[in-house]
T-cell receptor, first 113, second 115 residues
Framework: GQQVMQIPQYQHVQEGEDFTTYCNSS?????IQWYKQRPGGHPVFLIQ?????EVKKQKRLTFQFGEAKKNSSLHITATQTTDVGTYFC?????????????FGKGTLLTVNP | EAQVTQNPRYLITVTGKKLTVTCSQN?????MSWYRQDPGLGLRQIYY???????DKGDVPEGYKVSRKEKRNFPLILESPSPNQTSLYFC??????????????FGEGSRLTVL
């Protein structure tokens, strides 16, 4: 079945440093979503990318969708302690059912103030 | 306020004692889904539903049942819980337009311990 791989699994940075997490799918994705989960919280939607090569920005966060629609990245510029949490990507199952959403295992970001 | 409500938030039970985790959304979403979250394994989909009376298996459906008799409710049923079902469970809902899912709204989570 479809696999969505995320790297790195963990990332620890000093406040002010940049951070990037990468998401790779074994199949072409019709779209990809990104979520953030704060410690002890629930996942919260950040963004959805649909078009090949799409780049979207939300303040210090930059999201990219690869040209082949099989990979994506989330880049945070100048991290802050409020960025702490686990970042997940998710994509629909392209094989049988388009209604299954497969999540990557996430990247846990910790920020040292 | 748009929300997904799960109950109970915390539950400790014993092996074999049937339990139901309720999930309700007030956004008139077509799509609802259950996930379990375990350390190192991320979010794994248990079951999902595209609409009333339409449900399908996710990646880890064994030991679980669901029903969708009303659009707003999507309960998760553990007929005979076992310790390997100890986990954090999330219910989520979204719109589904033109074959593309909208953003998933998650409930606060239900932490289940099976002894």
């Amino acid at each position: 079945g479809q696999q969505v791989m995320q790297i790195p699994q963990y990332q620890h940075v000093q406040e002010g440093e940049d951070f990037t997490t990468y998401c790779n799918s074994s199949t072409t994705l019709s779209n990809i979503q990104w979520y953030k989960q704060r410690p002890g919280g629930h996942p919260v939607f950040l963004i959805q990318l649909v078009k090949s090569g799409e780049v979207k920005k939300q303040k210090r966060l930059t999201f990219q969708f690869g040209e082949a629609k099989k990979n994506s990245s989330l880049h945070i510029t100048a991290t802050q302690t409020t960025d702490v949490g686990t970042y997940f990507c998710a994509g629909p199952d392209s094989g049988g059912s388009n209604y299954k959403l497969t999540f990557g295992k996430g990247t846990l970001l910790t920020v040292n103030p | 306020e748009a929300q997904v409500t799960q109950n109970p938030r915390y539950l400790i039970t014993v092996t074999g004692k049937k339990l139901t985790v309720t999930c309700s959304q007030n956004m008139n979403h077509e799509y609802m889904s259950w996930y379990r979250q375990d350390p190192g394994l991320g979010l794994r989909q248990i079951y999902y539903s595209m609409n009333v009376e339409v449900t399908d298996k996710g990646d880890v459906p064994e030991g679980y049942k669901v029903s969708r008799k009303e659009k707003r409710n999507f309960p998760l049923i553990l007929e005979s819980p076992s310790p390997n079902q100890t986990s954090l469970y999330f219910c989520a809902s979204s719109r589904w337009l033109a074959g593309v899912s909208g953003e998933l709204f998650f409930g606060e989570g239900s932490r289940l311990t099976v002894l």
